[in-house]
């Protein structure tokens, strides 16, 4: 009888063992959900800013038609991405051509004192900050989520409920990754 | 602020990064201690350009008192010319009547007075026409 | 950040009751030296009825006060959208739902304060001195700082610190002053009849002790917690922006400007990023000082080349500071993943440009004064002062005329 009750005792800590590393593991996937929302607002923030930043340029600038082309196509593409990896993809490729479009804002001096272009580049500027802090935030929960999921042993437990490992948030264009905040000039 | 010659309230004018303090009744202009410098970071003549004024004691113009700090602004002469201008005795700007900063800044021929002065003229292109009517 | 909370929750506990302990102590003993037979009871609530009201208050008025005591005024983005923006960026970083209400102070003195007991009603207030002196990489560094100071929720704790050193002092005040009027004599006199005089002594020396190092020992008490929570907000600061550079330049513009904060005294001086009652020469004030020396923060976070979490803050602190000390609570130490900081970034923040920071500093304080803007359509920025009475502006360049309200 005592053995019984012994077993039992050590069934049920182990299950309140596990429920707790369940319930950590659900914790820091939500935080990484949230996390992910939080990039979300920031990339559509900045879609929604590009057909005005368009629109102001265009009277000004009038050699970098291909630009704008390409701000507006990268733009569609990373609005109409599935994975995450797809859309950072998309993403790094549109902060690029963004990138291009400020260095040649150099070259119109009446564009750089228009109240309304300086006013976008701020905003711009804010988003681009926001969008890599996002991201941030983002690759630090994917970092503390991930541990859990491989150390033991909450990889018993994530095997059992089927945690999947997320995916870092990476931006792949090299020159974009050394200065990840990236300002206008 | 007011105006230390209609005692009526100033707007401020910013255009292309150059803020003035200005009276519409009478036309005057205010330059605040700061501005002057402001105007004049782009390579540093403002010393240079301090050099020209000079106190003069012997002038009749009527004095103003600083729009800032109320202090009874003293008399300055441009150049040798016969423009003379106010200045707060304690530093805390200048007081152009109308026209009077036009015709000191036509007075250097350096880059950025020339920058400021078409600035100047292109942010009274109204009024200039109304006058030449 | 949980573990930090729940540590720093543990820490305003135990000093809230050790804070309270000292303060019954005192009213209790100079209770006693007016009055041996009734005076302790009476003293001991009067300590505590002060206290009550005086926490009451700074609960849940508190930051209003300080806010308006400091001349604050709340802003919206329009008045100064980078400074909205950065804010912004922190609370993003920082991965908090809620989003701190933003002042100005108008006062060309840099500086900065962070107030409100709960994250969700927090405040962090800047001078506009702070807004035309910083690039923004030094401005995120300063918001950053002040964004942990909410976040570790050191607010609270600091409040009621502060509280507990006020009662205290107050309450030596009140014992010095009534010695000084002999206020206590008279019953020294009449009980010395009745009971023992030795334990009357005894009492009036305990009373003279306490009432000269209460106040001192809460000081000290006080300090050194609010000196803590200045390195653990800077650990926050560089390990949120990435770039703790940005913050120690910050620091040091802030140290170096020359100008004197009008509005802080004694009480709101630990709310600032950098204490701005700063007094020249004074070796001794490192010892009593609110926050830790400056150019050690600057160089602390100058030495974290390598990595900006909270483990590298706290191994780069024991290297500079050349002694061990838990800067950093341990709770927090082992939750801590490897955090690089952002590399082949130079402070040049290339958009800064001293003469537009100044300008839109001015015109945020402007702003804030009522001032009526107006975007004339050819490009001229009208700015009208609340005292300007005719109905309309004619626009110089164009001729536009504006019609005012």
């Known amino acids: ?185 | 602020m007011n105006c230390p010659i209609c005692k009526e309230p100033m707007i401020i004018l910013e255009l292309n990064r150059v803020e003035i303090d200005y009276c519409p009744v009478c036309s005057g202009i205010w330059l605040d201690e700061g501005e002057l410098e402001l105007l004049y970071s782009i390579d540093n003549t403002e010393s240079e350009l301090k050099k020209l004024f000079r106190e003069s004691s012997d002038s009749k113009e009527k004095s103003f008192k600083c729009p800032v700090c109320r202090k009874k602004m003293i008399k300055i002469r441009f150049n040798n010319t016969e423009l003379i201008i106010d200045k707060c005795p304690v530093n805390h700007g200048l007081w152009f009547n109308k026209g009077e900063l036009e015709k000191v800044l036509s007075a250097k021929t350096n880059q950025s007075s020339q920058k400021v002065l078409s600035l100047l003229k292109e942010m009274f292109s109204y009024n200039k026409s109304q006058e030449a009517e | 950040m949980w573990e930090l909370i729940q540590s720093n929750r543990r820490k305003s506990l135990i000093l809230f009751f050790g804070m309270g302990a000292l303060l019954i102590l005192i009213g209790y003993v100079f209770g006693s030296y007016y009055d041996p037979e009734a005076g302790g009871v009476v003293g001991v609530f009067f300590a505590i009825v002060l206290w009550v009201i005086l926490s009451a208050l700074s609960y849940f008025a508190g930051s209003k006060i300080l806010l308006a005591v400091s001349g604050a005024k709340e802003v919206t983005k329009d008045v100064h959208p980078q400074l909205y923006n950065v804010v912004e960026e922190m609370k993003i970083a920082a991965g908090v739902p809620f989003f701190p209400k933003i002042y100005i102070i108008d006062d060309p003195a840099p500086n900065a304060f962070a107030t409100g007991v709960k994250p969700e009603n927090s405040a962090i207030a800047v001078t506009s001195g702070l807004l035309s002196t910083l690039n923004r990489y030094e401005l995120q560094g300063v918001v950053a700082h002040e964004m942990s100071h909410i976040v570790n929720r050191d607010i609270l704790l600091m409040t009621f610190a502060g509280v507990m050193l006020g009662v205290i002092t107050i309450m030596s005040d009140i014992f010095f002053r009534g010695m000084y009027f002999g206020g206590g004599s008279r019953y020294r006199s009449r009980s010395s009849s009745k009971s023992s005089g030795q334990a009357q002594v005894i009492v009036m020396i305990l009373a003279i002790i306490l009432a000269i190092l209460g106040p001192v020992l809460a000081q000290l008490f006080y300090f050194a917690i609010s000196r803590k929570r200045e390195y653990l907000a800077d650990a926050s600061a560089a390990r949120l922006t990435r770039y703790p550079e940005g913050l120690a330049n910050a620091l040091e513009k802030i140290a170096n400007s020359t100008h004197k904060l009008r509005s802080a005294n004694k009480v709101t001086a630990p709310m600032y990023i950098v204490n701005p009652l700063k007094r020249e020469g004074m070796k001794l004030a490192d010892l009593t000082s609110t926050h830790p020396p400056i150019s050690e923060r600057i160089k602390i976070l100058r030495a974290l080349q390598q990595g900006v979490s909270y483990n590298d803050y706290q191994r780069v602190f024991e290297m500079i500071h050349g002694k061990k000390e838990k800067i950093i609570p341990d709770s927090v130490l082992k939750e801590s993943i490897a955090v690089t900081p952002v590399i082949g970034l130079t402070n040049e923040d290339k958009d800064f440009n001293p003469i537009e920071a100044r300008r839109e500093a001015n015109d945020a304080v402007m702003k804030l004064n009522d001032y009526n803007f107006i975007n004339c359509k050819c490009g001229v920025k009208i700015k009208i002062p609340p005292d300007y009475n005719k109905p309309i502006v004619v626009c110089p360049r164009c001729g536009t005329r504006h019609q005012l309200r």
């Open chain 1, 1 to 185: 009888m005592i053995y019984f009750i012994i077993f039992l005792a050590v069934i049920v800590l182990i299950i309140l063992f596990f429920v707790s590393i369940y319930n950590a593991l659900i914790r820091l996937r939500n935080q990484v959900k949230n996390a992910w929302a939080q990039i979300d607002v920031q990339l559509k923030r900045r879609h929604d800013l590009i057909p005005n930043l368009i629109e102001t340029v265009k009277g000004y600038m009038t050699h970098e038609r291909q630009i704008m082309e390409n701000i507006t196509k990268y733009r569609s593409q990373a609005m109409n991405a599935q994975t995450v990896g797809e859309k950072a993809q998309a993403e790094s490729l549109l902060s690029g051509a963004l990138g291009q479009l400020r260095v040649q804002v150099e070259n119109y001096p009446d564009l750089k004192a228009n109240q309304n272009f300086l006013a976008l580049q701020e905003e711009l500027t804010a988003t681009e900050n926001k969008i890599s802090f996002a991201r941030q935030n983002y690759n630090d929960q994917v970092l503390m989520y991930n541990n859990k999921i491989q150390m033991f042993p909450s990889n018993i437990v994530a095997g059992m409920f089927n945690f999947k490992e997320e995916e870092f948030f990476e931006i792949k264009d090299v020159a974009e990754k050394e200065v990840p905040k990236v300002s206008f000039n």
